[in-house]
């Protein structure tokens, strides 16, 4: 099983900052099948990107995602207010496993 | 416009089956290239990718819950379910029915519904 670990477990920012979350794999995720959602309280979370870095119709372009093999991050470049969400990655490559998550919270 | 939609009971007793539906509208399951995931989140905690059945009923599921899953797709009625046996209050999540272009990858979600195991 690849685990993946989510650092930090919470970050705090205010809106205008940029946020790097990173997702750590404990083994080599092939053809980059790692993905990211967004999930804010009471609702289902929301596809963000697959393949490390393909993004999904409308997601805003401060929103990036990057990495490969076992290395990933999301990057929001200057943070809005409805960005302040918890954060998942999931890799596919395997039987597909989730990170812990990252909580962004508003400073 | 696609729809996800969990129905079932939102209690079952330790040692019974939960089981869950997912209606799916908007599109037809049986449509190639489309993956049907059931994803779960325990309250307060992450998620949890749980088993996968493809358009054309080829179905894979979370080896650490053993043989205790069963996902199957009904085309005739366009949806698709969910069977867990032996249920432990540690199966007490939001069940949520998903679909996506790869195994538990999904960018259409239902709202999710919460399935209590107590007696």
């Known amino acids: 099983e690849i685990v993946l670990t989510q650092s930090p477990g919470t970050l705090s920012l205010s809106p205008g900052e940029r946020a790097t979350l990173s997702c750590r794999a404990s083994?080599?995720?092939?053809?980059?099948?790692l993905a990211w959602y967004q999930q804010k309280p009471g609702q289902a979370p929301r596809l963000l990107f697959f393949?490390?870095?393909t993004r999904t119709p409308g997601l805003p372009d401060r929103f990036t995602g990057s990495g490969s093999g076992t290395d990933f991050t999301l990057t929001i470049s200057s943070l809005e207010p409805e960005d302040f969400a918890v954060y998942y990655c999931?890799?596919?490559?395997?039987?597909?496993?989730f990170g812990q998550g990252t909580n962004l919270e508003t400073k | 416009q696609l729809q996800l939609e969990e129905s079932g009971p939102g209690l079952v007793k330790p040692s019974e089956t939960l089981s869950l539906t997912c209606i799916v509208s908007?599109?037809?399951?049986?449509?190639?290239?489309?993956?049907y995931n059931w994803i779960r989140q325990p309250p307060g905690k992450g998620l949890e990718w749980v088993a996968t059945?493809?358009?054309?009923?080829?179905?894979y599921h979370n080896p650490s819950l053993n043989s205790r899953v069963t996902i199957s797709v009904d085309t005739s009625k366009n949806h698709f379910s969910l069977r867990l046996s032996s249920v432990t209050a540690a199966d007490t999540a939001v069940y949520y029915c998903?679909?996506?272009?790869?195994?538990?990858?999904?960018?259409?979600w239902g709202q999710g519904t919460l399935v209590i195991v107590s007696s």
């Open positions: 998903a679909r996506g272009g790869g195994i538990a990858v999904s960018d259409s």
């Open positions: 908007g599109v037809s399951v049986s449509g190639s290239g489309a993956y």
């Open positions: 059945v493809y358009s054309s009923g080829t179905a």
């Open positions: 083994q080599f995720v092939s053809h980059n099948y």
């Open positions: 393949g490390a870095s």
């Open positions: 999931q890799q596919y490559a395997t039987s597909p496993t």
